[in-house]
């Protein structure tokens, strides 16, 4: 399974709006037109999302190894743990 990076993706959304803006859209992407769908600010607004859940996962992630350098400090420091 492969991951998409918020730059993969940001790339994904600026071609569309490229693509959008000079009229090469793909027919696929033309029915959010006809449902009224302003395709450009959903695209900027995929593009904030990205970023915002990018963010999140930068933070849970550096929340997780901050926590894991404690306890390994702490098992360290502590003479009873290696005695066993």
């Known amino acids: 399974v492969g991951v998409t990076l918020p730059r993969q993706m940001d790339h994904y959304y600026n071609e569309k709006l490229r693509k959008y803006r000079d009229g090469t859209l793909h027919p696929v ?20 999302a990205i970023a915002y859940m990018a963010a999140k996962a930068n933070e849970h992630l550096t929340r997780m190894i901050r926590r894991d350098r404690a306890e390994s400090l702490v098992t360290q420091s502590d003479p009873l743990s290696t005695s066993f």
């Open 29 to 48: 992407w033309r029915h959010l037109e006809e449902l009224h769908v302003d395709v450009e600010k959903l695209s900027v607004r995929a593009a904030f």
